[in-house]
């Protein structure tokens, strides 16, 4: 009796999903890659359509429009960058960090979607290329492109080092916006390109030196009409650190960042049209139910 006892809670517990797969599953989650990977791959007939250079510990925004892949290039050495995206007509949709890391990782590369924020809830690019994705996860649990943390900012440089810094990544992005008529309260979570991050053994957030060489890219495809914001951060490589005791200025760390903004030919784009948001027609529960 024992015996079956124990084959049968056996047989039941492999029946059981585990607790630790992914929370979030579905096929809205996943990327078409024969679709996304020619995008990515096939890049000798793309044309540019606008590209430049930020220079160190600044920022800068600028349109990307839907069907259009955006590149963010490592020009001189390895190089942090912050980045924000919005609906270009609606800025009150825009980049959701959080649910991104929810729905695709806490580190992200090719294939994975950039989500945006409720009520609107649809992929606001999907990345296509990164010339850093097999870095994988190294000795220390570091990965590469980091939804974990945020950007830099004043108020905690002067709350943890006691000193006012007006180029944080926080501040870059707020003077890059500012010509499209947006604000500091426009300015969110980011999506932090080339940053290597993890926790520690005791759950704590942790930055590693950036791995990226000179000609090292990340690319994502425009699932929408974007305006896009990128700050190069003040602390540039990450080499050394930037908050507490016996930090010093690590200016000369920081490098510039080059975007480049390509149109793509028609024949890749096929039957792509933009996504659209979940058809949710309830009401908040603001009509009573009756649960019993």
């Given at each position: 009796?024992?015996?079956?006892?124990?084959?049968?809670e056996g047989?039941?517990?492999?029946?059981?999903?585990?607790?630790?797969?992914?929370?979030?599953?579905?096929?809205?989650?996943?990327?078409?890659?024969?679709?996304?990977?020619?995008?990515?791959?096939?890049?000798?007939?793309?044309?540019?359509?606008?590209?430049?250079?930020?220079?160190?510990?600044?920022?800068?925004?600028?349109?990307?429009?839907?069907?259009?892949?955006?590149?963010?290039?490592?020009?001189?050495?390895?190089?942090?960058?912050?980045?924000?995206?919005?609906?270009?007509?609606?800025?009150?949709?825009?980049?959701?960090?959080?649910?991104?890391?929810?729905?695709?990782?806490?580190?992200?590369?090719?294939?994975?979607?950039l989500w945006?924020?409720?009520?609107?809830?649809?992929?606001?690019?999907?990345?296509?290329?990164?010339?850093?994705?097999?870095?994988?996860?190294?000795?220390?649990?570091?990965?590469?492109?980091?939804?974990?943390?945020?950007?830099?900012?004043?108020?905690?440089?002067?709350?943890?080092?006691?000193?006012?810094?007006d180029y944080?990544?926080?501040?870059?992005?707020?003077?890059?916006?500012?010509?499209?008529?947006?604000?500091?309260?426009?300015?969110?979570?980011?999506?932090?390109?080339?940053?290597?991050?993890?926790?520690?053994?005791?759950?704590?957030?942790?930055?590693?030196?950036?791995?990226?060489?000179?000609?090292?890219?990340?690319?994502?495809?425009?699932?929408?009409?974007?305006?896009?914001?990128?700050?190069?951060?003040?602390?540039?490589?990450?080499?050394?650190?930037?908050?507490?005791?016996?930090?010093?200025?690590?200016?000369?760390?920081?490098?510039?960042?080059?975007?480049?903004?390509?149109?793509?030919?028609?024949?890749?784009?096929?039957?792509?049209?933009?996504?659209?948001?979940?058809?949710?027609?309830?009401?908040?529960?603001?009509?009573?139910?009756?649960?019993?």
């Amino acid at each position: 009796m024992e015996g079956i006892l124990e084959q049968t809670e056996g047989h039941h517990m492999s029946q059981q999903p585990r607790l630790t797969e992914a929370a979030y599953q579905g096929p809205a989650l996943e990327a078409d890659r024969d679709f996304y990977r020619p995008i990515g791959e096939q890049t000798e007939r793309r044309e540019v359509v606008g590209e430049f250079t930020i220079p160190i510990r600044s920022g800068q925004a600028w349109e990307v429009p839907a069907g259009h892949v955006c590149r963010i290039s490592t020009v001189e050495g390895p190089q942090v960058g912050d980045l924000n995206l919005w609906n270009r007509h609606d800025p009150r949709e825009r980049f959701w960090a959080s649910r991104t890391r929810q729905l695709q990782a806490a580190h992200v590369s090719t294939f994975d979607r950039l989500w945006s924020t409720l009520p609107f809830l649809r992929p606001m690019a999907t990345i296509v290329g990164d010339t850093l994705a097999d870095y994988g996860t190294d000795p220390e649990g570091g990965r590469l492109h980091d939804t974990l943390g945020t950007r830099c900012d004043p108020y905690v440089s002067t709350m943890l080092n006691g000193v006012d810094f007006d180029y944080h990544c926080h501040s870059n992005l707020v003077r890059a916006i500012f010509p499209f008529g947006l604000t500091e309260f426009d300015v969110h979570d980011v999506l932090n390109v080339f940053q290597c991050t993890g926790l520690n053994d005791n759950d704590e957030y942790f930055m590693k030196t950036c791995p990226a060489k000179p000609g090292d890219h990340f690319e994502f495809f425009a699932e929408q009409d974007l305006l896009a914001a990128l700050s190069t951060c003040p602390g540039g490589d990450l080499s050394k650190p930037m908050f507490g005791e016996g930090n010093e200025d690590p200016v000369e760390n920081c490098h510039p960042l080059r975007v480049t903004v390509y149109a793509l030919p028609e024949n890749l784009l096929g039957e792509w049209s933009e996504p659209s948001s979940p058809n949710y027609r309830g009401g908040h529960g603001l009509k009573p139910q009756a649960w019993a």
